[in-house]
């Protein structure tokens, strides 16, 4: 069965320190892929998404994501993080008419 | 503004009785959606897909009879969690594409079921 994978399940960072998380997948076909974000209390919100193209993504709030197709991975990454950057992160793959999540990394960012 | 509305936003109910929760898309047809559940501390889960206009696929592992799913129209889909127990506690959140290719899904901002 297609699976996604997210490697670190809780990350804890100084501000500014520099961020990637990493995700793969199972799926040999074509894939959409995304990141989303899950701030406390609130619901899931898109940071960014690849479809085709440029592998390399950049979304919301400073984050970026590479999609390299021979290792099945599509990374998170941000150069310099803030507190505000608390929150947890999922990483999505279409597979291949349905959305499948990765279990997700907490991220904690202290001052 | 929000194009996923998901009704209620949180519900407590008694053991054996049953609820339901709704998804609507606001602003677009959604011939399909999705819908979710969050135990705490995880990823969301899959549990099936809503199919306007014919049954609901399910994920292995989710009973039938128990989340019962409707896809009524093409703005609407139902979740009717049946006869709850406290294990069905959790988020239940629901999803949308507005299309494939060119956008990804629209998520309702859930809804938190606590069965007492």
């Known amino acids: 069965a297609q699976s996604v994978s997210q490697h670190n399940h809780h990350v804890i960072l100084s501000e500014a320190a520099s961020l990637e998380l990493g995700c793969n997948y199972s799926?040999?076909?074509?894939?959409?892929l995304f990141w989303y974000v899950q701030y406390p209390g609130q619901h899931l919100q898109l940071l960014l998404k690849?479809?085709?193209?440029?592998?390399l993504v950049k979304g919301i709030k400073g984050f970026e994501a590479e999609f390299i197709k021979s290792k099945f991975s599509f990374n998170l990454r941000k150069p310099s993080v803030q507190w505000s950057d608390t929150a947890e992160y999922f990483c999505?793959?279409?597979?291949?008419?349905?959305?499948?999540f990765g279990t997700g990394t907490r991220l904690q960012v202290f001052p | 503004g929000a194009v996923v509305s998901q009704h209620p936003s949180w519900v407590i109910c008694k053991s054996g009785t049953s609820v339901k929760i709704e998804c609507r898309s606001l602003?677009?047809?959604?011939?399909?959606m999705f819908w979710y559940r969050q135990f705490p501390k995880q990823s969301l889960m899959l549990m099936a897909t809503?199919?306007?206009?014919?049954?609901?696929?399910?994920e292995q592992g989710v009973e039938k009879d128990k989340f019962l799913i409707n896809h009524a129209s093409l703005t609407l889909s139902t979740l009717t969690v049946t006869s709850a127990h406290p294990e069905d506690s959790s988020f239940y959140i629901c999803?949308?594409?507005?299309?494939?290719?060119?956008?990804?899904?629209?998520f309702g901002n859930g809804t938190r079921l606590t069965v007492t």
């Open positions: 999803s949308a594409p507005r299309d494939w290719t060119n956008s990804p899904l629209h």
């Open positions: 799926y040999g076909g074509t894939v959409n």
């Open positions: 690849y479809f085709s193209g440029d592998p």
């Open positions: 999505a793959v279409t597979s291949p008419d349905k959305l499948i």
């Open positions: 602003d677009f047809q959604a011939t399909t």
């Open positions: 809503s199919n306007e206009g014919s049954k609901a696929t399910y």
